[in-house]
C-alpha cells in the first residue's frame, strides 16, 4: 500500500449541461432538487434510508431499526423487517397495467426474440422456484448458476431470491476450474447451467465445463445440475444428478408463495472481476441490496414508465445483477438482455438491437466504447438510434476522448452521458451524474449519489484539498454496501477496511481507487492506487497518462505501468494498442513520447512504447495492468490469471 497521495496532472476543461426537455420533466431536474436530497441524507442519514426504504419497497413486516452500525465493519440495515426481492421485482407490479407491460425482452445472437410481460415472467419464475424446491433447496441453500445470456439466467435469479436461496452466479466463459472453486468456496447443492449458448456466431457448449467441474466428486455439495436447452448439441446427462429444465419446470404450478425474508437474509454471493488478484466472494443481503438497487437505477436513468433500457454487461457480474435484472425489474421498467456481442460478421450488432428494440437508455463499458472507436463511426451511422436519450458507462475510468466519441456518435451529441464509479462491493453505483441535473464534464464520474458520503482522504483519513489526489473512501455505511467476504469475515475487515486509519478511530471504507476532486466537488478517478507509479518522487495515476494516449488520434487504447529504473525509481512503459489502418514505428513512437510531453507535461512521457495487437484483459473487459508490470519488468506473470480473458494475448506480449 502506497504511503504518499498521488499527484494529478490532466487538464479536461469541457462541460455539457442537462438537455433542458429532459431536466424539465426529470424525477431529479435540478441541482437545486439533488442538493436538497442530499441534505436530507447529511442532516439526518437513518431517517432518510427509512423513508427511502419505506416509500419504495414492499414489507410483509415492517422494519424496526435502520440501521445497526454497533459492531464495525459489520452493519445490519432494516432489522426487523421481511421483505422478498422477487415480490419486489414482480407480484408488486400485477395490480395494476404494468402486469400487462413488457418485463423483458430477449434478443438471442442468432436472431429469436422472447418477450415476457410482468405478469408471464412472474409465472416462469413462479414454476422455476416450485421446480427448486421440488428439488430439495429451501431458504439458506446456494445455488450456482453458470448460464449463457438466456431468459432462463434471470428467471432462475429470481426464483431462488423468491424461495430465499442464495445465488452465486459464475460467468459462463470461466473454465471449468473457477466454476469448480466457486462451487468449492460456496458449497452449491444445484447447479443451473445450458447446453451452451451462441457467441461469435458459434454455438458454445457450457455443460461439459460443469461436468469436469464436478468430476470426481470434486464439488461433492452439489446434488443436482439442472440444464436449460439452448443450442441443442450433444449433451450428456449423468443418471440421477442431471435433469432437463423444460421437462421439470414447465409442468409446475404457476402459483409459488414467496418467502417472506429477513432483511439481512443473504441474497447472494459474487465474486468480484479480479483486476487486481485473487476474486473474493462478496456478500449482499437482502433488503439492502434491493433498496439501493432499486434508487440508483432510478436516479441514475430517470426511468420512465415508456422507456426501454438495456445494459449489455453479463448477468455474471454485478453490473447485470443490479441494472439488467434487479433495479430495472425493481422499477417496473423493460430491460433487454442480448446473448450476443459484435463479431466480424456483425460489427453492427449493438446497434441492430437498438434499432430494432427502440431502446432509450444504453448502458455499456468503455472497452466497448474504445473498441467501437476503432473500427470507425461508419459502422453505428447506418442504425437508426434517435430513440436513445441516456447513455451510461461503467467499469473502468473513461478517457475523456472515448467519452466524447460516445456523446457525439451514439449519443447523436443529445444524449447525457453517466460515468457511474462503482464496485461488485458497492452493490450499486455510488458516484455519477443524475442525467437531468449534473453538468457533465468528459472522463469525470462526477457527484456522489444523495447518502454516499465519498471522500478524497490520506492514509489517516484526512480530507484532501481540491485537486489534490487520494484515495477514493466512504464514510458511513449504506444499504447497499456488502456485508462481508463468503466465508472469511477477516479477508472482509482486511481488504476494506483496514488500509485507512483515521485518528478518531472512525471507519472508511476502501477498496483501492485512487482519485481527485476538482474545484465543483467532482470527482476524477484516477486508477488503481496499486498501479500508480512514482517517477522522480512524483506519483502519478495511470489513467491520465493513458487518457492523453488515446487523445491521439493513432491510437485506440493504452495501457501503462511502471518498471524499476535506477535514476527516476520508476520508468514509464506504455502498451498501445493503435486505430485500423495505423502500424506502429519509430517515427509513431516519437510522435506519441511528444503528444503526452505536450498534453500532461515532460514528466508523464512514457520511455518506452510498445504497440500490440491486444491487451490483457478480465473477462468483464478491465486491463489488468498487474500483468503488463511483470512483462515489462521482464519478470514472470505470477498470481492469479484465471480471470484473464485471452491467455495467447500474454504470448503475443511476451515476444
Ligand atoms: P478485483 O477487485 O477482483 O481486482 P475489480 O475491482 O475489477 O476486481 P469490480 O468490482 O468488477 O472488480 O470492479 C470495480 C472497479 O472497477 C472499481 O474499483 C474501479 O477501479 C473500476 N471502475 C468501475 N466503474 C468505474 C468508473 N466509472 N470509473 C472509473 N473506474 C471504474
Ligand atoms: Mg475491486
Redesign the pocket.
Known amino acids: 500500500m502506497p504511503e504518499a497521495t498521488i499527484e494529478s496532472v490532466l487538464q479536461e476543461g469541457r462541460v455539457f449541461h442537462p438537455p433542458a426537455e429532459l431536466a424539465a420533466s426529470a424525477r431529479i431536474g435540478s441541482m437545486e432538487a439533488y442538493r436538497a436530497l442530499a441534505a436530507e441524507a447529511e442532516s439526518d442519514p437513518e431517517a432518510f434510508w427509512g423513508r427511502l426504504a419505506r416509500e419504495h419497497l414492499h414489507w410483509f413486516e415492517p422494519f424496526d431499526t435502520v440501521l445497526d452500525w454497533s459492531q464495525p465493519p459489520f452493519a445490519t440495515w432494516f432489522g426487523g423487517g421481511r421483505t422478498n426481492l422477487s415480490v419486489n421485482c414482480l407480484d408488486r407490479h400485477l395490480d395494476g397495467p404494468r402486469a400487462d407491460k413488457t418485463a423483458l425482452i430477449w434478443e438471442g445472437e442468432p436472431g429469436d426474440t422472447r418477450r415476457f410481460t410482468y405478469r408471464e415472467l412472474h409465472a416462469a419464475v413462479c414454476r422455476a422456484a416450485n421446480a427448486l424446491r421440488a428439488l430439495g433447496i429451501g431458504k439458506g441453500d446456494l445455488v450456482a448458476l453458470y448460464m449463457p445470456m438466456v431468459p432462463e439466467a434471470a428467471i432462475a435469479m429470481l426464483a431462488c431470491a423468491r424461495i430465499g436461496a442464495p445465488h452465486s452466479v459464475v460467468f459462463g466463459g470461466f473454465s471449468a476450474e473457477a466454476l469448480r472453486d466457486r462451487l468449492i468456496d460456496g458449497q452449491a447443492k444445484l447447479v443451473i447451467t445450458a447446453d451452451g449458448g451462441f457467441r461469435k456466431d458459434k454455438a458454445v457448449a457450457l455443460k461439459p465445463a460443469v461436468d469436469a467441474a464436478l468430476a470426481d466428486g470434486a464439488a461433492p455439495s452439489v446434488e443436482h445440475v439442472l440444464v436449460v436447452r439452448r443450442t441443442e448439441q450433444d449433451c450428456a446427462m449423468a443418471e440421477g444428478r442431471d435433469l432437463w429444465w423444460h421437462e421439470l419446470v414447465d409442468g409446475q404450478s404457476a402459483d409459488c408463495p414467496a418467502e417472506p425474508m429477513e432483511s439481512e437474509d443473504r441474497l447472494f454471493v459474487l465474486?468480484?472481476?479480479?483486476?487486481?488478484?485473487?476474486?473474493?466472494g462478496?456478500v449482499h443481503t437482502t433488503a439492502g441490496y434491493n433498496l439501493w438497487a432499486h434508487l440508483t437505477f432510478q436516479w441514475i436513468f430517470d426511468i420512465r414508465e415508456d422507456d426501454v433500457h438495456w445494459c449489455t454487461a453479463d448477468v455474471g457480474?454485478?453490473?447485470g445483477h443490479s441494472y439488467i435484472v434487479y433495479g430495472p425489474l425493481s422499477n417496473g421498467a423493460t430491460t433487454v438482455m442480448y446473448e450476443g456481442a459484435p463479431r466480424p460478421s456483425k460489427p453492427g450488432a449493438f446497434w441492430e438491437v437498438i434499432q430494432k428494440h427502440r431502446v432509450s437508455i444504453f448502458y455499456t463499458a468503455p472497452t466497448a466504447i474504445r473498441a467501437f472507436m476503432k473500427s470507425g463511426r461508419e459502422v453505428p451511422d447506418q442504425y437508426d438510434m434517435g430513440t436513445l436519450r441516456i447513455l451510461g458507462?461503467?467499469?473502468?475510468?473513461?478517457n475523456p476522448e472515448a467519452w466524447m466519441w460516445y456523446r457525439d456518435v451514439i449519443g447523436g451529441d443529445r444524449c447525457p452521458v453517466v460515468?457511474?464509479?462503482?464496485?461488485?462491493?458497492t452493490g450499486g453505483v455510488m458516484?455519477?451524474p443524475l442525467p437531468g441535473a449534473t453538468p457533465t464534464k468528459p472522463g469525470s464520474?462526477t457527484l456522489p449519489l444523495p447518502g454516499i458520503a465519498a471522500d478524497i482522504v490520506d492514509l489517516e483519513g484526512r480530507s484532501q484539498p481540491a485537486d489534490a489526489g487520494g484515495y477514493l473512501a466512504v464514510r458511513r455505511p449504506w444499504p447497499g454496501m456488502m456485508r462481508t467476504v463468503h466465508g472469511d469475515p477477516e479477508r472482509f475487515r482486511k481488504s476494506y477496511w483496514e488500509h485507512i486509519r483515521p485518528a478518531d478511530g472512525s471507519w472508511l471504507y476502501f477498496?483501492?481507487?485512487g482519485a481527485r476532486r476538482d474545484a465543483d466537488g467532482y470527482f476524477w478517478?484516477m486508477?488503481?492506487v496499486d498501479d500508480v507509479i512514482n517517477v522522480s518522487g512524483h506519483r502519478l495515476g495511470t489513467?491520465e497518462i493513458e487518457s492523453a494516449l488515446v487523445s491521439h488520434p493513432a491510437v485506440a487504447e493504452a495501457a501503462v505501468v511502471g518498471r524499476p529504473d535506477e535514476l527516476k525509481g520508476e520508468g514509464i512503459v506504455a502498451f498501445v494498442t493503435l486505430e485500423a489502418g495505423r502500424s506502429g514505428d519509430d517515427a509513431l513512437m516519437a510522435e506519441l513520447r511528444g503528444h503526452v510531453g505536450q498534453e500532461i507535461g515532460p514528466i508523464a512521457r512514457p520511455d518506452v512504447i510498445r504497440f500490440s495487437d491486444a491487451l490483457p484483459k478480465?473477462r468483464?473487459g478491465?486491463i489488468m495492468r498487474r500483468i503488463l508490470r511483470a512483462l515489462a519488468a521482464g519478470e514472470e506473470v505470477s498470481g492469479d490469471t484465471s480471470?484473464l480473458e485471452d491467455r495467447s494475448v500474454l504470448d503475443q506480449l511476451r515476444v
Open positions: 465474486y468480484t472481476s479480479g483486476s487486481t488478484g485473487k476474486p473474493k462478496v457480474w454485478i453490473t458507462t461503467v467499469g473502468e475510468p473513461i460515468d457511474t464509479w462503482w464496485q461488485t462491493e458516484i455519477s464520474c477498496a483501492g481507487d478517478v486508477g488503481r489513467m478480465t468483464s478491465k480471470t
